[in-house]
């Protein structure tokens, strides 16, 4: 039990356009979802947390009006990446947890490898 | 702030081997702490840890917490070329919903 999909694996797009990313839990309701994103060799980075029908809260550092993130399920939260740029060509992964999921174990879709042109 | 330290930051060993990876952190209100494995794509859990001096294990991973002295490890044996990856160790806020990750360690076995 306990999955979270992303949706795409992988996309590539042109500077200036937006990308929206999927994240999922199948077979759990998620109360909270996590976005993070990941450069090469490095650990992960918490970009926003969102909880089902409020606003998400952003990380320092994080601009919102770049990474909207819409929390409108309890099984769905998408990141859009607005106006991309190379910069942001990045794995971006999100996690999920529940009511049916111990609080602390958050479980982790399989990521978005995100290249911008 | 709280820190999770992880260490070494890297590691290559030969199969067979066994390894032991590092994890010390400074939380306030500790609640559990966690082990996950991430390959090329996002982490798979492998511990939680809540309680002090019992060993969880699974398989040829056993990972165990010192509450005392703020520190967990995580041990392989006999490991395999299948371990290579970067292990994380991850420490939940008091509510459960913030994550504070550890800078992982890369593991590589060579055959």
């Known amino acids: 039990g306990a999955v979270v999909s992303q949706h795409p694996s992988r996309v590539i797009c042109k500077s200036g356009t937006s990308v929206k990313i999927e994240c999922r839990s199948l077979?759990?309701?998620?109360?909270?979802m996590f976005w993070y994103r990941q450069f090469p060799k490095q650990s992960l980075m918490l970009m926003a947390t969102?909880?089902?029908?409020?606003?998400?809260?952003?990380e320092q550092g994080v601009e919102k009006d770049k990474f909207l993130i819409n929390h409108a399920s309890l099984t769905l939260s998408t990141l859009t990446v607005t106006s991309a740029h190379p910069e942001d060509s990045s794995f971006y992964i999100c996690?999920?947890?529940?009511?049916?999921?111990?609080?602390?174990?958050?479980?982790f879709g399989p990521g978005t490898r995100l290249l911008v042109l | 702030e709280d820190k999770v330290v992880q260490s070494p930051l890297s590691l290559v060993v030969h199969e067979g081997d066994t390894v032991t990876l590092n994890c010390s952190y400074e939380?306030?209100?500790?609640?559990?702490l966690l082990w996950y494995k991430q390959e090329k794509k996002a982490p798979t859990f492998l511990f939680m840890l809540?309680?002090?001096?019992i060993e969880k294990k699974s398989g040829r991973l056993s990972s165990i917490l010192d509450k005392k002295e703020l520190f967990s490890i995580l041990n392989i044996t006999a490991t395999q070329t299948g371990d290579s990856a970067v292990y994380l160790c991850?420490?939940?806020?008091?509510?459960?919903?913030?994550?504070?990750f550890g800078g992982g360690t890369r593991l590589m076995v060579k055959p």
């Open positions: 996690s999920a947890s529940g009511r049916s999921t111990k609080a602390e174990t958050q479980y």
């Open positions: 077979d759990f309701q998620a109360t909270t």
């Open positions: 969102s909880n089902e029908g409020s606003k998400a809260t952003y």
């Open positions: 939380v306030t209100n500790f609640r559990s």
């Open positions: 809540t309680s002090s001096g």
């Open positions: 991850v420490v939940p806020n008091n509510a459960g919903n913030m994550l504070t």
